[in-house]
């Protein structure tokens, strides 16, 4: 059963990422991914980290999805055309670089769940031991990310003064 609802969750995520990539409007592309985010959510779910569900939930399908499409409707209030013109060869790619990510995830997940069986036993972690390990051996990349997060905000605002 837990195969099952976790094939499914899988297939229902990816197909909200590609929606995010495939879609022309901006604010559908960003509902997509809120979409895509609590699918993953529900994976985590299955694979019973209930911790890093309910980070996934509240802080990226939450937060960071609300500033994100805050952050649209301020830099494109009234036409939805794109920033950059599409070029041919970057879509291509970009599609066949997202389908052999997609295979490879899918496949790493089907073998797994074949490693697993029917006994699918999860490890559980204490969050005292995500805390210790977050802000420990991975304190630079987590630092780091909240500065990438608060480039892209200015160059949004940067956008959006410029139109």
């Known amino acids: 059963m837990l195969k099952a609802i976790y094939l ?4 229902g995520t990816l197909t909200t990422a590609a929606l995010v990539v495939f879609l022309n409007r901006t604010v559908y592309a ?5 979409a895509m985010m609590l699918g993953l959510t529900g994976i985590f779910i299955v694979i019973q980290a209930p911790f890093v569900a309910l980070i996934q939930l509240f802080i990226y399908a939450g937060a960071i999805m609300v500033l994100f499409l805050y952050v649209i409707m301020l830099v494109n209030p009234r036409h939805d055309e794109p920033l950059l013109p599409p070029l041919l060869t970057r879509r291509w790619l970009a599609v066949t670089l997202a389908v052999f990510l997609g295979l490879l995830l899918a496949a790493w997940s089907v073998y797994a769940l074949a490693r697993a069986g029917d006994s699918v036993v999860f490890q ?5 031991d995500l805390a210790n390990v977050m802000f420990s051996k991975y304190l630079l990349p987590f630092e780091l990310t909240s500065v990438l997060l608060l480039i892209a905000i200015v160059g949004a605002i ?6």
């Open 124 to 128: 559980t972690v204490a969050v005292a």
């Open 158 to 163: 940067l956008i959006a003064r410029r139109s």
């Open 30 to 34: 960003a509902l997509a991914l809120i």
């Open 8 to 11: 499914i969750l899988f297939v």
